[in-house]
Nanobody, 116 residues
Framework: VQLQASGGGLVQAGGSLRLSCAVS????????IDWYRQAPGKQRELVAA????????NYADSVKGRFTISMNNIKSRLYLQMNNLKPEDTAVYYC??????????WGQGTQVTVSS
């Protein structure tokens, strides 16, 4: 499985961005998708997760009600819709998936910068 993230950029506080992650390879084996982020000087943190079998979504408290994780029907694209962005959302965002054999894969990261 290969992942290619895109969609980052510079946005003002209160604005929106949609991150996208192109998935290639053995897409049908994927059963968990996630978005992580890492701000300068901080550890990488889980932002949003989706189990593709159950449809259950989970979000970090800091983004609940503002971010939405999704995936298209053929598992070729993952998305993170980010609304009402705040300066503290500034980070490099990474897509991440896990397959049915618990093997994990990372995208290369895309920078999101939110100005106040």
């Amino acid at each position: 499985v290969q992942l290619q993230a895109s969609g980052g950029g510079l946005v003002q506080a209160g604005g929106s961005l949609r991150l996208s992650c192109a998935v290639s390879g053995s897409r049908n084996s994927i059963n968990d998708i996630d978005w992580y982020r890492q701000a300068p000087g901080k550890q990488r943190e889980l932002v949003a997760a989706l189990n593709t079998d159950s449809g259950v979504e989970n979000y970090a408290d800091s983004v609940k009600g503002r971010f939405t994780i999704s995936m298209n029907n053929i598992k070729s694209r993952l998305y993170l819709q980010m609304n009402n962005l705040k300066p503290e959302d500034t980070a490099v965002y990474y897509c991440h998936v896990q397959d049915r054999w618990s093997k994990t894969y990372w995208g290369q990261g895309t920078q999101v910068t939110v100005s106040s």
